[in-house]
Nanobody, 127 residues
Framework: QVQLLESGGGLVQAGGSLRLSCVAS????????MGWFRQAPGKEREFVAT????????YYADSVKGRFFTFRDIAKNTVDLQMNSLKPEDTAVYYC????????????????????WGQGTQVTVSS
């Protein structure tokens, strides 16, 4: 019913920028949040950013705050992650996720609060 397709990953030198895009197809009218997570080799998957669909409010992990920005395009049903001033430690597989459940105590900062996931796209930052 719902599919997420990511694009935009690649190889970039430290200090460079990349923009990741995620397009959602299917029955996505109940979207409450879209999130970005990443997983580096040998590490657990970690939260990167989230955006509330209703008003576009965002929240970022401390490690990317001020460098990464996420925004949505309701008409195109897409969410982007603009990644600036990239560092080697940003190297990871990046995943977009869709949360379709609303609860007052949800902050959409954890994986369990998202139901649908993209396939992931590799971002490699060289030094």
């Amino acid at each position: 019913q719902v599919q997420l397709l990511e694009s935009g990953g690649g190889l970039v030198q430290a200090g460079g920028s990349l923009r990741l895009s995620c397009v959602a197809s299917g029955r996505t009218f109940s979207t409450y949040a879209m999130g970005w997570f990443r997983q580096a080799p040998g590490k657990e998957r970690e939260f990167v950013a989230t955006i509330r669909w209703s008003d576009g409010r965002t929240y970022y992990a401390d490690s990317v705050k001020g460098r990464f920005f996420t925004f949505r395009d309701i008409a195109k049903n897409t969410v982007d992650l603009q990644m600036n001033s990239l560092k080697p430690e940003d190297t990871a597989v990046y995943y977009c996720a869709l949360g379709v459940t609303f609860r007052f105590n949800y902050d959409y900062l954890t994986q369990d609060q998202y139901e649908y996931w993209g396939q992931g796209t590799q971002v490699t930052v060289s030094s």
